[in-house]
């Protein structure tokens, strides 16, 4: 299996030497038949000038982006260039050391997708300043807020790992600042994830790149991630089926108080209306994906619980609030729905329709 290793530069000259030689020792001493892309970003101190010396007599490519600028932006072109079967992300400063390369090709080829080298797998240290650990302690819960789904990913912010190349195939990556592996968590195509824990180096020379602008990339990153990963447009999505359960509800329960119902019994009618009415229609519509793998059955029964208790949720609600606040019993039932649909989506997305 060929290996490509992509490293992404910038004003990294005075590692470059070091770093292949170190790369160039762990290949030969372990038969590994690979290559390394740089991916440098028209540094002024000539990084790619340097690389560039070794592409004669060793399997290195030199490519300088003139136009765009950025780490995983960067990754992502080397991307395009790579012709292994395992690609492999690492940063030139030394941070990352290559003699863990060889147990990240053993993880794939043992059969992970994805082997991460882990900042946080053994008791290695960070080497980073109090800061930066909290900062990237809040970006990590930050992600996992929104997803969950890789939640047990102890290192989603590593700059140092190993994929399958079928793990980005057909995928559009557009990732913004630093966190190319986040990217590729959260789009790519994979099963089975490794860690492996490693000790993050000191930088050997130069400068750290990290900025506040980073900070702020990887937000505005992680906002694009929830509109590219459909998550976005499933909330959307749900509100809308949840506005015409509103509809449904408040007609049902006006109407049948004018009738002479109290307003309890009309009220309990009226959720169990757009209750139905909400199931079916994020069935053919939100969640028309995820439907196809899951039985109705199934998929009704995980719903009533979930709805269940959102119901409990909404009744305290209307009850409270008219009779403890004295508030109209439409806006008691309003205050309700918000509630529910709230707990409703978390449980539509993680329980009934997961797959
Ligand atoms: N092409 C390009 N363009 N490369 C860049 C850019 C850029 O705009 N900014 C940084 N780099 C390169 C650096 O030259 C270096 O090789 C690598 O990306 C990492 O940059 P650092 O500035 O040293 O990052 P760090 O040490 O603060 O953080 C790194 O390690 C962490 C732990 O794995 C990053 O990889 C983080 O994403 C990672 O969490
Ligand atoms: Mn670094």
Known sequence: MK???????????????????????????????????????????????????????????????????????????????????????MDADLQHPPEKIPELIFAIKKGADIAIASRYVGNFGLN?????????????????????EIKEIKDKESGFFAFKKEVIKDIELKPKGYKILLEILILGNYNKV????????????????MS???VFSYLI?????????GKLMKFLKFCI?????????????????????????????????????????NRIWTFRREAKHIGIGSA??????????????????LFAFTELFHFYYIISMLIGIVASTLWNFIGNVRWVWKT
């Open 221 to 229: 990153h992680l906002m694009s991630l929830l509109w590219r990963s």
């Open 3 to 89: 290996v490509s290793i992509i490293i992404p530069t910038y004003n990294e000259k005075e590692n470059i030497p070091k770093l292949f030689e170190r790369i160039f020792k762990v290949f030969n001493e372990n038969k590994i038949d690979g290559e390394i892309i740089v991916v440098d970003d028209n540094s002024p101190d000539g990084t790619a000038d340097v690389a560039n010396k070794y592409s004669k007599n060793f399997p290195v490519k030199v490519i300088t982006r003139k136009e765009e600028k950025g780490l995983a932006s960067a990754c992502v072109e080397g991307f395009k260039h790579a012709k292994g079967d395992i690609f492999i992300v």
């Open 300 to 317: 009704i029964v995980k719903d009533h619980i979930t709805r269940l208790m959102g119901i409990l949720i909404n009744l305290i609600c």
């Open 194 to 209: 490794k860690e492996i824990g490693y000790k993050f180096g000191k930088r050997y020379a130069g400068k750290s790149k």
């Open 241 to 281: 089926v949840g506005v015409i359960g509103v509809a449904i509800n408040l007609a049902i329960l006006y109407f049948l108080t004018n009738f002479g119902l109290y307003y309890m019994i009309s009220g309990a009618v009226a959720i169990e209306a757009s209750l139905l009415s909400n199931f079916f229609l």
């Open 212 to 214: 506040f602008n980073v």
């Open 128 to 148: 980073l300043s109090l800061g930066r650990k909290l900062i990237s302690k809040l970006a990590s819960k930050l992600a996992e807020t929104f997803f969950w």
